[in-house]
């Protein structure tokens, strides 16, 4: 019989790039991964690097798309009948708390071996674990055994931007109403500071990290309710009456596009910024008269030197229910790799690798990663661990709204918002 040596490095060839060998270990291959995610910009890296994927792999991702409240009402349900819906998913990092009390998701390191990797912030992998590995615990859950549930891809954090053609970069709130002092002139118009006030998330997202640096909490670690405190009350006094009278008229309406549309077309100086707003608009040539003007650096200081930057990660996760979860696994390892988070990056996703973020290259390209690594390496502040928060959220968001519009003091504001915070935490079986 001829035999047709020619035959085997044509098959191997074949499957290779069919992507049909699987690792040692691995399982045969599904169809398809389904992932639900939300629809909007935090998908734009995940969908530039899914084509490398399936041509590496040989295995689809079949993206479901929702918005955002009902992405999480498709999750809880899918979640409470074990449904087999979904292979992997994106969640908020606030939905954390719901997800990991209600063992919804499967752990990466008992189940699958997961080791940390030096290349990724500390901070990432402790957004990602439950029970939450420092401030406070939600009852019935500190006797359960921590474990790593999720693991990031957008890494979303706030930080600071302001003009470096006509003010120094800040380290502290001193800075800044030195900076917005020197530059402030309505009559131009050139605001000194631009604030994301709307009532809410959008409030509260801009003030907790002024809150935080001055030494203010909402809750101790027993979740006593401590937001009633001078350093709270100064906080609020220094947000709602002394950056805001270097801010245009209005920002208690303000959400985000607002205040990126006010830097971007040079009416204003300085203010938060999350990196979307950056790549989407502020640095935009087709929409920004700012372009190479904008400076980027870690959010400023309070009175004791506390820097506090705020987290809003989206996590990739793999639900119980999935019938492909050592393939969903594989795909976590392979999107959160140093290998893939730099066309991640290129394609418009928001990377949260130390390897990333403090390349030289890419900093040139992406003029704000580093205040981004400078932020996550703080570390950066996460909303406080319980299903409640968007409860005191709304809550909180109200009053502070208030203060900034003027219909409450800063200290009314505090009084009622702590009250009421400890009124719907009772409520919620958080005391006896």
Same mark, same amino acid.
């Given at each position: 019989?001829?035999?047709?040596?020619?035959?085997?490095?044509?098959?191997?060839?074949?499957?290779?790039?069919?992507?049909?060998?699987?690792?040692?270990?691995?399982?045969?291959?599904?169809?398809?991964?389904?992932?639900?995610?939300?629809?909007?910009?935090?998908?734009?890296?995940?969908?530039?690097?899914?084509?490398?994927?399936?041509?590496?792999?040989?295995?689809?991702?079949?993206?479901?798309?929702?918005?955002?409240?009902?992405?999480?009402?498709?999750?809880?349900?899918?979640?409470?009948?074990?449904?087999?819906?979904?292979?992997?998913?994106?969640?908020?990092?606030?939905?954390?708390?719901?997800?990991?009390?209600?063992?919804?998701?499967?752990?990466?390191?008992?189940?699958?071996?997961?080791?940390?990797?030096?290349?990724?912030?500390?901070?990432?992998?402790?957004?990602?674990?439950?029970?939450?590995?420092?401030?406070?615990?939600?009852?019935?859950?500190?006797?359960?055994?921590?474990?790593?549930?999720?693991?990031?891809?957008?890494?979303?954090?706030?930080?600071?931007?302001?003009?470096?053609?006509?003010?120094?970069?800040?380290?502290?709130?001193?800075?800044?109403?030195?900076?917005?002092?020197?530059?402030?002139?309505?009559?131009?118009?050139?605001?000194?500071?631009?604030?994301?006030?709307?009532?809410?998330?959008?409030?509260?997202?801009?003030?907790?990290?002024?809150?935080?640096?001055?030494?203010?909490?909402?809750?101790?670690?027993?979740?006593?309710?401590?937001?009633?405190?001078?350093?709270?009350?100064?906080?609020?006094?220094?947000?709602?009456?002394?950056?805001?009278?270097?801010?245009?008229?209005? *920002?208690?309406?303000?959400? /985000?596009?607002?205040?990126?549309? !006010?830097? +971007?077309?040079?009416? #204003? %100086?300085?203010?938060?910024?999350?990196?979307?707003?950056?790549?989407?608009?502020?640095?935009?040539?087709?929409?920004?008269?700012?372009?190479?003007?904008?400076?980027?650096?870690?959010?400023?200081?309070?009175?004791?030197?506390?820097?506090?930057?705020?987290?809003?990660?989206?996590?990739?996760?793999?639900?119980?229910?999935?019938?492909?979860?050592?393939?969903?696994?594989?795909?976590?390892?392979?999107?959160?790799?140093?290998?893939?988070?730099?066309?991640?990056?290129?394609?418009?996703?928001?990377?949260?690798?130390?390897?990333?973020?403090?390349?030289?290259?890419?900093?040139?390209?992406?003029?704000?990663?580093?205040?981004?690594?400078?932020?996550?390496?703080?570390?950066?502040?996460?909303?406080?661990?319980?299903?409640?928060?968007?409860?005191?959220?709304?809550?909180?968001?109200?009053? *502070?709204?208030?203060?900034? /519009?003027?219909?409450?003091?800063? !200290?009314? +504001?505090?009084?009622? #918002? %702590?009250?009421?915070?400890?009124?719907?935490?009772?409520?919620?079986?958080?005391?006896?």
């Amino acid at each position: 019989m001829r035999r047709r040596w020619w035959i085997w490095p044509v098959i191997a060839v074949l499957l290779v790039t069919s992507g049909a060998l699987a690792a040692p270990g691995l399982p045969a291959k599904p169809a398809k991964l389904t992932m639900a995610v939300v629809a909007g910009g935090e998908t734009k890296g995940l969908k530039a690097i899914l084509p490398l994927w399936e041509k590496e792999m040989g295995v689809k991702i079949d993206l479901v798309e929702f918005p955002y409240p009902t992405l999480y009402e498709k999750l809880v349900t899918a979640f409470q009948a074990n449904a087999p819906t979904f292979d992997l998913l994106i969640a908020d990092d606030p939905w954390m708390p719901k997800f990991g009390s209600e063992g919804w998701l499967v752990p990466l390191d008992s189940t699958f071996g997961y080791r940390r990797d030096a290349d990724i912030f500390p901070v990432v992998y402790d957004l990602g674990s439950w029970p939450p590995p420092r401030g406070p615990i939600p009852p019935g859950e500190a006797g359960k055994p921590r474990r790593l549930y999720a693991i990031t891809l957008v890494g979303n954090v706030e930080f600071f931007m302001y003009r470096k053609d006509l003010v120094s970069a800040p380290r502290t709130w001193d800075d800044v109403v030195a900076n917005a002092r020197k530059v402030h002139d309505p009559r131009k118009p050139l605001y000194g500071f631009v604030i994301r006030g709307a009532k809410g998330n959008p409030v509260i997202s801009e003030f907790t990290p002024v809150l935080l640096s001055f030494g203010a909490r909402i809750f101790d670690n027993n979740w006593r309710v401590v937001l009633n405190s001078k350093q709270a009350v100064d906080a609020l006094t220094f947000f709602a009456k002394t950056l805001k009278q270097y801010a245009p008229p209005g *920002v208690e309406n303000y959400d /985000a596009a607002e205040r990126a549309r !006010e830097v +971007a077309t040079g009416r #204003a %100086a300085q203010g938060f910024i999350w990196p979307a707003e950056i790549t989407d608009i502020v640095e935009n040539p087709s929409v920004s008269k700012v372009v190479g003007k904008m400076g980027y650096t870690l959010a400023p200081a309070g009175p004791g030197g506390k820097h506090a930057p705020l987290m809003g990660n989206w996590l990739l996760a793999i639900p119980k229910g999935s019938r492909n979860q050592r393939w969903a696994y594989e795909f976590i390892l392979w999107a959160t790799s140093a290998r893939i988070q730099q066309p991640y990056a290129l394609g418009g996703g928001i990377p949260f690798r130390k390897s990333v973020l403090m390349n030289a290259e890419m900093n040139k390209k992406f003029p704000f990663f580093r205040a981004m690594a400078d932020s996550l390496n703080a570390p950066a502040e996460w909303r406080p661990r319980t299903q409640e928060w968007f409860a005191v959220e709304a809550i909180l968001g109200t009053h *502070v709204n208030a203060a900034l /519009a003027g219909l409450e003091t800063p !200290e009314e +504001a505090i009084t009622k #918002a %702590a009250r009421e915070i400890e009124s719907h935490m009772k409520e919620a079986g958080y005391y006896r």
